[in-house]
T-cell receptor, first 119, second 113 residues
Framework: EAGVVQSPRYKIIEKKQPVAFWCNPI?????LYWYLQNLGQGPELLIR????????DSQLPKDRFSAERLKGVDSTLKIQPAELGDSAVYLC?????????????????FGEGSRLTVL | AQSVTQLGSHVSVSEGALVLLRCNYS??????LFWYVQYPNQGLQLLLK??????LVKGINGFEAEFKKSETSFHLTKPSAHMSDAAEYFC???????????FGAGTILRVKS
């Protein structure tokens, strides 16, 4: 079974330029997450989707960040314009959230991440 | 709200020695607890998890962790360290019926030959 696929793995851009990251979750996983991982820190949730709906985007800086998950499968995270402080690893993860009454273990499966360097 | 504290940003052990990585959590409801490992330039991989039932959980690569509710701890151990265990380890907590993981800051494990 294929894991979570992210691209690009590495991206170097000048500040004020736009950048986009793509994520393909594990087949059948209805929940998708974007996490931000700064150097030396644990991942922090940016946004969580259940199917097409963003159910938690409270940590997403909406002035410059946007995300979409059309058709409830692949997702794209965009930054426009990028700032020096956005240099980090952007991790995508997916999980299968059962409907009410089902067992929900909360296990997430992560991609390898997209490392962004803003110069 | 949940939070996780990992004591020690760096831990160094000799090959063959006991590995102990500490994790304390706070949660208003019974939590799910996880340990993830991250090798350089790779994503996070699940080592083990506690959901319900037995408080001593075994994971991959010989690791295990014990959920101690009275101490709000979920420390990770391995009896004998191997060079391949060198990586960064993250403890995480989530609500019982939720999917939002909150991670600790991570502990980098170094294994000396």
């Amino acid at each position: 079974e294929a894991g979570v696929v992210q691209s690009p793995r590495y991206k170097i851009i000048e500040k004020k330029q736009p950048v986009a990251f793509w994520c393909n979750p594990i087949s059948g996983h209805n929940t998708l997450y974007w996490y931000l991982q700064n150097l030396g820190q644990g991942p922090e949730l940016l946004i969580r989707y259940e199917n097409e709906e963003a159910v938690d985007d409270s940590q997403l800086p909406k002035d410059r960040f946007s995300a979409e998950r059309l058709k409830g499968v692949d997702s794209t995270l965009k930054i426009q314009p990028a700032e020096l402080g956005d240099s980090a690893v952007y991790l995508c993860a997916s999980s299968l959230t059962q409907s009410a009454g089902g067992v929900n273990t909360g296990e997430l499966f992560f991609g390898e991440g997209s490392r962004l360097t803003v110069l | 709200a949940q939070s996780v504290t990992q004591l020690g940003s760096h831990v160094s052990v000799s090959e063959g020695a006991l590995v102990l990585l500490r994790c304390n959590y706070s949660s208003s409801v019974p939590p799910y607890l996880f340990w993830y490992v991250q090798y350089p330039n790779q994503g996070l991989q699940l080592l083990l998890k506690y959901t319900t039932g037995a408080t001593l959980v075994k994971g991959i690569n010989g690791f295990e962790a014990e959920f101690k509710k009275s101490e709000t701890s979920f420390h990770l151990t391995k009896p004998s360290a191997h060079m391949s265990d060198a990586a960064e380890y993250f403890c995480a907590v989530s609500l019982l019926y939720g999917n939002k993981l909150v991670f600790g800051a991570g502990t980098i494990l170094r294994v000396k030959s």
